[in-house]
């Protein structure tokens, strides 16, 4: 999910077709997405590291269904003024 909002926000900067707009793009930036994938360093193995992979799902899931949410309002006119 992640490598596939990336490349519609960079097929979007090139003005190219994509499911991406501009208010999911500020909707993902403003719960710290980053556009830029993150250098991958080894993983060890300890339960520090599993805990934060919970944390890291537990939050991407959270944006997931704020991003669905507002899509829904988005498309039944709510926000629209």
């Known amino acids: 999910w992640i490598n596939a909002q990336r490349k519609e926000h960079k097929a979007m900067k ?3 077709k ?6 999911k793009a ?3 930036e403003s719960a710290g997405f980053t556009w830029d994938a993150p250098i991958r360093r080894p993983r060890r193995n300890n ?3 599993s805990n934060n992979e919970e ?3 537990a939050a991407l899931v959270s944006v997931k ?3 669905s949410k507002r899509q ?5 006119g709510d926000d629209v003024k």
């Open 65 to 67: 269904s704020d991003v």
């Open 18 to 23: 994509s499911s991406m707009t501009q208010s």
């Open 14 to 16: 090139q003005n190219e």
């Open 47 to 49: 339960s520090s590291s």
């Open 72 to 76: 829904r309002k988005s498309s039944k």
């Open 55 to 57: 944390d890291a799902a």
């Open 26 to 28: 500020d909707l993902l």
